[in-house]
């Protein structure tokens, strides 16, 4: 009979997993099981060196923060070489971060795949962009052109 090596699982750290999107998040990954999903128990998960801990032992951490715990928590994730997926609005558009929306150009997907630093972009953000995407790329509206998007 052959035996067979089993991978060990990537372990995700959800930084934040105590609000709205991070709930959602861990709702969304808690019937798989090629993944194990980490969180810090309620007196850890302000802790600074907690999670500062919990961000190196990870292969990919989460980060569900207002802006300002999102980046100080990127520069820990960067600094211990963990992958990071921001759905804060602070590294949206910032170099070196990738744009975390597929189906933007062709080969987007491969490089939000192939990422250390992902950025979430949002609700508003990517139905604004992938109503308004195409019509540029079909140079059916400039790309310079003023639009403004009423939306709830």
Known sequence: MLEFETMPKPHLFIDGHAGTTGLRIRHWLANRDDVEVRTLDEEDRKS???????????????????????????????????????????HRIADGWIYGLPELPLGQRAEIRNADRVSNPGCYPSSFVLLMRPLVDLKLLPAEAPVSVHAL
């Open 48 to 90: 600074i060196t907690a999670r500062r801990s919990a961000i190196s032992e990870s292969d990919l951490s989460i980060l569900c923060l207002p802006d300002d715990a999102a980046r100080v928590a990127a520069e820990w994730a960067t600094e211990s070489g963990t992958r990071i997926l921001d759905a804060s609005s602070c």
